[in-house]
């Protein structure tokens, strides 16, 4: 690898870096007041703006947590009632077999009075 360096007197041509701003005017003490005023008004929109998206947040979460307690109390609910709509089910269908015991039972005490008398 081979490098050349060339030594040539800097030239006269070359662009001046552009000067990073010109100088403001003196403020006078009511322009530094007003522009203290609105840096101050501004803080305070961000803050506000903050504390409006942190409660935002807030009642997002809060609106979540309600929706999940909702479904489960939902889902809860109704498995209670099937559950006891299947008790009382049951009970009807225990209800129908004394019915029918008794009926027969009946029937059978007829048969037996009427064949004994």
């Known amino acids: 690898?081979?490098?050349?360096?060339i030594l040539a007197e800097p030239s006269a041509d070359k662009p001046t870096p552009p000067s990073t701003s010109p100088r403001p005017k003196s403020m006078t003490a009511e322009e530094i007041e007003q522009k203290l005023l609105q840096a101050e008004e501004r803080r305070k929109e961000d803050y506000a703006q903050k504390v409006r998206l942190g409660h935002e947040e807030a009642i997002r979460q809060l609106e979540e947590r309600i929706q999940a307690k909702i479904a489960v109390a939902t889902n809860k609910r109704e498995s209670e009632i099937l559950k006891k709509l299947e008790t009382l089910r049951e009970h009807d269908r225990r209800a129908e077999m004394v019915r029918a015991n008794k009926e027969r039972i009946m029937a059978a005490e007829k048969q037996d009075a009427a064949s004994s008398g």
């Open 1 to 5: 690898m081979c490098y050349e360096v």
